[in-house]
């Protein structure tokens, strides 16, 4: 199903929080490219209700991965790497960077931060907001251009 398709048969903020819930899972979906086309066709005040469901569906896409980290309790030298790596920037620094600029990787940083212990209240937070930030610029950039 093309997101035209998706559109006429959810309407726009169902639909752009199913490509946003499957992009946090399969990372050949992109909401980024989707909000870009959203923003040209659509009003200004639409944004108010498209930038949070997206960053809510990429939330609940990256909470099953975020729990099955969590999961793993034994150790190897790849996860204390990790570990000292994220503690030398403090693992929310990192994973708020990453949510909201892509670097590192969000899908490695949702797993680290599973995997490192992050409280998920704090997950939740950091992810939530700075992937609404992420998408109010993605959107405004698209709008202005």
């Known amino acids: 199903m093309d997101p035209g398709e998706l559109i006429a048969t959810l309407g726009l903020p169902l639909a752009t929080f199913a490509i946003a819930l499957v992009g946090a899972v399969v990372p050949i979906v992109s909401i980024e490219v989707f909000l870009i086309g959203v923003a040209v066709i659509a009003g200004p005040g639409e944004a108010v209700l498209l930038v949070p469901l997206a960053a809510l569906g990429q939330l609940l896409g990256k909470l099953p991965i975020y729990g ?43 797993t680290a931060a599973g995997v490192l212990g992050i409280h998920i209240r704090t997950f939740c937070v950091v992810v939530g907001c700075a992937r609404a930030l992420r998408f109010a610029a993605i959107f405004g950039i698209a709008r202005c251009c």
């Open 68 to 110: 099955a980290a969590r999961r793993l309790t034994r150790s190897s030298a790849r996860i204390e790497r990790l570990r000292t790596w994220f503690a030398r920037y403090h693992p929310t620094v990192v994973l708020a960077a990453s949510a909201l600029f892509g670097l590192p990787p969000f899908s490695l940083a949702a």
